[in-house]
């Protein structure tokens, strides 16, 4: 109970001071009507519902990185966050609270493409539970990207920085813009490292029907990364207490 | 209350703390002090289980801090050197966040929060955001929100650094409030002042070493000192100097202008006989006063380190 108490406040103080703030919102909003423009003036005749997999995969993967990484790092140096890792509550409660925030910020980054889209096309043939489903594994792995820069860097800026390092190849590789087949083979092996790959694999299954891979596997595998990445935070928060 | 056994703490080859071992007892309050860099925030970062230590003991109300950290924090409070509330959030909700973070339901929490804007004087300014409040406020509110769960023990990192003088005092009356309400105090800080004005006990840190500890009496019983006494007299000193070198054999006396002096031997000279001494040569004394050594000699002389070097750190704190 005492956990629970402490998980849902610090929820509501990081939801109320960081996620709720006019610039993030506006950011929120701003940034995937941004990449949606760009893609629709690049090729007006191109058709929404094949962009809508990396529209969906790109804000969210933005959003919750950036967020993360910078609200953590912000509260490291004005050492509030030494507040919450003092506090007697369990580091998984903590890292869960933190990483909450950042997974429905990137689910609303998400469904900002979507609702624009709907302006403009049919979503009736779209499988809204798989796209929730995996939007929400997307937003857990980047969040839990995110919390591994966060702690991981001393600066906001080294955490932008050192996000961006892993961001945009991700990006690239994941098969959004070069379909993961026509990459040479190292990349091809680097690509499916990348929890992103499955996820917009999924996201094109969800949507037009046309994923590659098996969904069990992307399942899994998205659920694999999670797992991984969550014990990884979590060691080397522990290990930051050893130094 | 708390045990220290064997503390070390290594980061690679540098030991900031050095196999120091203290005890402090139930509802009293402990001093560490020493210059910067000495290991007191290195310490009591162990002490709170911020840091592991690389090897030694420690137990807070029986508790074992390295191997049950989450149950040692339910009953200690701990205010950081920063004051590090969170600048968007008013004082009230700050302090109300710090309750549900000790599983505090709402009711409770608020009920203390509200307690402890009065007894820290700023219910008046509750509802402001943190970022309003000005530097000795802000440390009052930290302090406020690290007793929110009436903890047992209370950590103080330096707690009047960098803040003005009312605000310091002020912060001095309510942590003898604290103790007198039963709440052990642990602090760190570079101020020899306001360790002699708080403290039952003192540790002199130095080095990664606790190179003396005890009462303020104790520490300064440790040390052998010389017997002075400063006189004001009405005649000038430097015509009677040598005379009286001469009758107390040992003693030696210096002027220090034209109307006083300080004599000072290694054997106690009853006052009497001094006084007596000066009637002899028709001179009268307006004022005698013995002087005895401060905590600051006392520190100078068991740490060897000068105490200008604490008073500069004292000045870079102020101003920042």
Redesign the interface.
């Known amino acids: ?3 629970l ?2 998980f ?3 929820l509501k ?1 990081d939801i ?2 960081y996620y709720l703030k006019p610039p993030n919102i506006s950011w929120g909003i701003i940034f995937p009507l941004s990449w949606t423009l760009m893609q629709l003036l690049r090729c007006p005749d191109s058709n929404i519902l094949e962009l809508l997999p990396g529209l969906i995969s790109t804000s969210v993967l933005f959003g919750t990185t950036s967020m993360l990484a910078v609200t953590i790092t912000f509260e490291r140096s ?3 966050f ?9 580091l998984n409660t903590l890292m869960l609270a933190k990483i909450t925030g950042t997974i429905l910020f990137g689910i609303f980054n998400a469904f900002v493409p979507v609702i624009f889209a709907g302006f403009f096309i049919d979503l009736s043939g779209v499988n809204w539970l798989m796209v929730f489903a995996v939007v929400f594994l997307i937003a857990v792995t980047s969040s839990l990207m995110g919390l591994l820069v966060a702690v991981s860097v001393e600066q906001v800026f080294e955490a932008q920085t050192l996000s961006n390092f892993f961001r945009f190849p991700m990006l690239f590789l994941c098969g959004l813009f070069i379909p993961v087949s026509n990459l040479p083979l190292f990349l091809r092996i680097v690509s499916y490292c990348i929890p992103l790959t499955y996820g917009a694999d999924l996201l094109k299954g969800a949507i037009n029907n046309n994923n590659i891979l098996s969904e069990k596997l992307s399942f899994s595998m998205l659920i694999i990364f999670s797992i991984a990445l969550f014990i990884i935070s979590r060691y080397n928060i522990e290990k930051n ?3 | 209350m708390i045990n220290i056994k064997n503390l070390t703490k290594k980061y690679d080859d540098f030991t900031a703390v050095d196999d120091i071992s203290l005890t402090v007892k139930k509802g009293e309050i402990f001093g560490l002090l020493g210059p910067n860099g000495a290991g007191k925030t290195s310490t009591i970062n162990m002490m709170i289980g911020l840091f592991f230590p690389t090897a030694g003991e420690i137990t807070i109300n029986g508790i074992d801090v390295i191997r049950q950290t989450k149950k040692a924090q339910t009953v200690i409070g701990i205010v950081a050197d920063e004051s590090n509330l969170y600048n968007e959030m008013s004082g009230f909700d700050n302090l109300c966040f710090c309750g549900a973070l000790y599983g505090m339901n709402k009711k409770q929490r608020e009920l203390k929060a509200k307690q402890l804007l009065k007894q820290f004087n700023l219910h008046n300014t509750g509802n402001k955001p943190f970022k309003a409040y000005s530097k000795g406020m802000k440390r009052k509110l930290t302090i406020a929100a690290a007793l929110i769960h009436c903890p047992e023990v209370l950590f103080l990192d330096e707690p009047t650094t960098g803040i003005d003088v009312e605000s310091s005092r002020q912060i001095r009356e309510l942590i003898l409030e604290l103790k007198n309400q039963g709440t052990t105090i642990f602090i760190t800080t570079h101020y020899i002042e306001e360790v002699q004005r708080l403290c039952d006990r003192i540790a002199f840190m130095v080095n990664g070493k606790i190179v003396a500890c005890g009462t303020v009496l104790e520490l300064m019983n440790s040390i052998s000192y010389n017997h002075s006494v400063h006189l004001t007299v009405d005649k000038n000193p430097q015509n009677f100097i040598l005379e009286f070198e001469k009758r107390f054999e040992g003693s030696s006396a210096i002027a220090k202008d034209e109307k006083s002096l300080v004599i000072t031997s290694k054997e106690k000279i009853p006052l009497l006989e001094i006084l007596n001494f000066f009637q002899e040569k028709e001179i009268e004394v307006y004022q005698a006063r013995q002087l005895h050594p401060t905590l600051e000699d006392v520190f100078v002389k068991l740490t060897a380190v000068e105490s200008a070097i604490l008073k500069k750190e004292k000045e870079k704190g102020d101003q920042q």
């Open positions: 109970m005492k956990n108490i402490a849902f406040n610090i103080k109320n001071n004005g050492r509030s030494e507040r919450l890792l003092l506090a007697p509550i369990s207490k050893s130094k």
